[in-house]
């Protein structure tokens, strides 16, 4: 099992940028796809981010390709999500998820499975 913490979150203008962290405890980190999920006001929950086992291969929403980044760094089970050029439309409570299935990231935005997720962190982009 892991457990998943996020922070990082908070209230930026448009335009403006943060980065999210979510530190994972428990067992091997390198065993688990990771990612980030949001969920803004009134809206379905969607993916925004994923990173494979070893961080050789990343995917994105097309809402927020050019604009986030995610990274993890195994010495400190920690995966990222840098969010650069924000706006508005991006408020939304984002969530770290880690899963240790075959099911590739890239197959996250339809795979309803996701094992393990943290609790979330919000993310208010004033306009």
């Known amino acids: 099992q892991v457990q998943l913490v996020e922070s990082g979150g908070g209230l930026v203008q448009a335009g403006g940028s943060l980065r999210l962290s979510c530190a994972a405890s428990?067992?091997?980190?390198?065993?688990?796809?990771m990612g980030w999920f949001r969920q803004g006001p009134g809206k379905e929950r969607e993916f925004v981010a994923g990173?494979?086992?070893?961080?050789?291969?990343?995917y994105y929403a097309d809402s927020v390709k050019g604009r986030f980044t995610i990274s993890r760094d195994s010495a400190k089970n920690t995966v990222y999500l840098q969010m650069n050029s924000l706006k508005p439309e991006d408020t939304a409570v984002y969530s770290c998820?880690?899963?240790?299935?075959?099911?590739?990231?890239?197959?996250?935005?339809?795979?309803?499975?996701?094992?393990?997720w943290g609790k979330g962190t919000l993310v208010t982009v004033s306009s």
């Open positions: 998820a880690a899963d240790e299935s075959l099911i590739p990231p890239s197959s996250w935005p339809y795979y309803a499975g996701i094992k393990y």
């Open positions: 428990g067992r091997t980190f390198s065993s688990y796809n």
């Open positions: 990173i494979s086992r070893r961080g050789g291969s990343t």
